[in-house]
């Protein structure tokens, strides 16, 4: 499993690769910690956010739980960055050896194990400092009933024991084989692992917080992946790999680039209110040292792409190195301010004095009654299916483009289906409609509907699958997995085959309609915003699996015969109706605790709503059935006509060559069996 230029191996003379340097490189681990902490430390005192003494009838926690928290929070991120950075590019940044890691790529996972060790033990003293410091008690006096209270019932003490438990478990798989889709699995749970603190800090507790929790995860997801790539990058010595590797790198960085900045004045702006407020306001002053510090890392990352890079493909990866090494010390000053601002009190006050419930547990203040006007105009942007649409479009007309100029056709009613899809998500998800589906059952039932029928087939029409297939370009290097090769890996998986089986696909698409509506589990993933998200992306996902069976094009899918594809469709029209039947039968109110505490004044009964929104569910399939219809009667015409037309092709060969077709074989066969059939 040894490749050139790695521990180990004998490489052929004259074919020597060199490798990166001729140290380990100590220091950099060393000077980037020192640079981080001194920044953080310094923007602590000259923020205010660490007071030095403890004012008289106020609990305090101490100088070490003042002192000690942000430093472990520190301490935290780097060894997630790190943790990240090595599984992604022992996984997808690294040539592989067969169904295997590289030499390198396995070094990568065997120090990403003590990382994530280290990572799970800085969550569990993020949980002790917590506890103290939100409770105003020194370490020693806290009782570890109050630490275990705090981590199973507080959100944000679930977080923090949750991404312990995940880094504890990338541990345990990165040390479990040297399987490449195992590192990248492994690698995709690392990035699950980054997020679930994002959404119980300062900005799940802020007004907007649709937008404010949203952005901020991708702030750091996007962050940790710039990062964490490039710790990797400077772990890899032979220059050869290096140099490919910092290819595929660099366009991730791009992106990673555009995400953060986006997502970051995005949150800015719902932190400070007013945009004044970066020169009136200790945080606005910290913000303005993050936005300088992000300038100067886009103006690295234009000068790797312009000068190092070359110079790396040429076999000269001193400046390459050097730069990368500069950058890293640049990201972690970073880090360090980013700390001091989640220590730092904001503009706009996050647990005001008298805070309003509503906003609490909505996010926004309640509006006024609904018109055609608000529903559309009144909007509730979400950063996250902003981001999804915005990908999907680019990267689809992206592909198209590549086609095109390739010299080959699309479809144009492909690419028209594909967008109106992704319109119209972002549409559902971020205009008006989205603030009225929090309140409203009957809204939420359009919501319900849209992303589960209207949405999915749209995207279906634009064959993505095939689009990707066609448009993506094969790495020069075969030991390289590129997107093309992850994305043939995973449609031909056997969770997808499972997944794609018709009973599968419409079971899930059956229990997303009648699990969340009589399990009282709507009421639970309407209260958290995670769980909303989640909520919303499976109706989307179902919906499109359901008739990526049906009337898909894309390879991948379980090709089944037109009349079962129609006894399926027709299955999944009945169950649909029958929900909306019961629906609107029903007397009991569903997901009564959340409705009752935001149902406006404006609004009829719960009951009443409830049952407009039966008639909703109940009406609503019709046109999406329809049109399903049709195009399933279209697909079994079509697929009649072509084994008509490979029927006739094969009798004009056969009477070419004066041998028996196979019609006219089987016409014989049922006539000899006609002859000798007893009861005749």
Same mark, same amino acid.
């Given at each position: ?12 003379? %004259? ?216 710790? %990797? @990058?400077? *772990?890899?010595? #032979? /220059? ?13 960085? *791009?992106?990673?680039? !555009?995400? /953060? ?25 910290? @913000? ?50 980013? /700390? ?38 009144? !909007? ?63 809204? =939420? ?49 056997? !969770? ?7 009973? /599968? ?30 909520? @919303?992306? =499976? ?9 990526? !069976? ?56 719960? @009951? ?34 072509? +084994? ?14 004066? +041998? ?6 089987? #016409? ?13």
């Amino acid at each position: 499993m040894s490749g050139p230029g790695e521990p180990g191996t004998a490489a052929a003379p %004259g074919s020597a690769v060199p490798a990166v340097g001729g140290g380990r490189r100590w220091w950099l681990p060393v000077a980037v910690g020192v640079a981080a902490l001194a920044v953080l430390l310094l923007t602590l005192r000259l923020g205010g956010a660490v007071e030095s003494t403890a004012i008289a009838g106020l609990p305090d926690p101490g100088p070490v739980t003042r002192w000690g928290l942000p430093v472990v929070r520190l301490v935290l991120d780097g060894f997630a960055t790190v943790t990240v950075g090595l599984l992604l590019t022992a996984a997808f940044l690294l040539p592989g050896d067969r169904s295997s890691v590289s030499p390198r790529g396995y070094l990568l996972l065997r120090w990403a194990t003590g990382c994530a060790l280290g990572w799970a033990l800085s969550a569990i003293a993020m949980l002790v400092l917590t506890v103290s410091d939100l409770l105003g008690q020194p370490i020693p006096e806290l009782r570890s009933a109050t630490v275990l209270s705090f981590a199973t019932s507080i959100s944000q003490g679930r977080a923090l024991a949750l991404q312990a438990g995940l880094a504890l478990l990338l541990a345990v798989l990165s040390r479990a084989g040297v399987s490449r889709t195992l590192a990248a699995t492994t690698a995709v749970l690392g990035l699950v692992a980054v997020l679930p603190p994002a959404f119980t800090g300062h900005a799940a507790g802020a007004g907007n917080h649709q937008l404010a929790v949203t952005s901020l995860a991708l702030h750091v997801l996007a962050a940790t992946v710039w990062l964490g790539g490039l710790v %990797g @990058l400077l *772990l890899v010595r #032979n /220059v050869r790999l290096l140099s490919d590797a910092a290819a595929r790198y660099s366009r991730l960085a *791009l992106a990673c680039f !555009v995400l /953060v900045t986006v997502s970051g004045l995005t949150n800015a702006w719902v932190r400070l209110g007013e945009w004044n407020q970066l020169w009136h306001s200790g945080y606005g002053a910290l @913000l303005l040292g993050k936005i300088a510090a992000l300038l100067l890392l886009g103006g690295i990352g234009a000068l790797h792409r312009a000068r190092t890079l070359p110079a790396l493909r040429a076999g000269r990866a001193g400046a390459f190195v050097r730069l990368a090494a500069g950058e890293v010390a640049v990201f972690a000053a970073t880090f360090g301010l980013a /700390v001091a601002l989640s220590r730092s009190p904001t503009p706009v006050p996050v647990d005001p004095v008298e805070p309003d419930p509503l906003v609490e547990l909505l996010g926004f203040a309640l509006p006024p009654a609904p018109t055609a006007a608000r529903m559309l105009g009144d !909007v509730l942007p979400d950063m996250f299916f902003l981001t999804l649409t915005g990908f999907g479009i680019a990267a689809y007309v992206t592909g198209v483009y590549r086609l095109r100029r390739a010299g080959h056709r699309w479809p144009w009613s492909r690419t028209a289906s594909w967008l109106a899809g992704l319109l119209l998500l972002a549409a559902i998800t971020n205009l008006g409609v989205a603030r009225y589906a929090y309140l409203l059952f009957s809204v =939420h039932m359009v919501q319900h509907m849209v992303l589960s029928m209207a949405v999915p087939i749209l995207l279906v029409g634009g064959a993505p699958v095939t689009l990707a297939l066609r448009a993506l370009r094969r790495p020069a290097d075969p030991e390289v997995r590129g997107a093309r090769e992850w994305l043939l890996i995973l449609i031909h998986s056997r !969770v997808t085959r499972v997944l794609t089986h018709p009973l /599968v696909a419409l079971g899930i698409y059956v229990a997303s309609l009648y699990g969340l509506y009589f399990s009282g589990l709507l009421g639970t993933l309407m209260r958290y915003h995670l769980g909303h998200l989640a909520m @919303l992306t =499976h109706f989307v996902l179902a919906g499109y699996l359901l008739f990526w !069976v049906l009337i898909g094009v894309d390879p991948g899918r379980r090709r089944l015969p037109q009349p079962l594809l129609v006894v399926i469709h027709f299955a999944a029209m009945i169950f649909h109706a029958f929900l909306g039947v019961i629906l609107m039968q029903s007397t009991t109110v569903i997901a009564p605790d959340w409705y009752s505490a935001v149902h406006p004044d404006w609004a009829g009964t719960l @009951l009443a709503d409830q049952h407009l929104g039966a008639g909703i569910a109940w009406a609503f399939g019709e046109v999406p059935a329809v049109i399903v219809m049709i195009l399933l009667v279209r697909q079994w015409i079509r697929a009649d006509e072509r +084994e008509q037309a490979r029927l006739d092709r094969a009798a004009d060969r056969a009477r070419a060559s004066g +041998e028996e077709d196979e019609l006219a074989r089987y #016409n014989a066969f049922l006539a000899e069996a006609a002859r000798h059939d007893p009861s005749r």
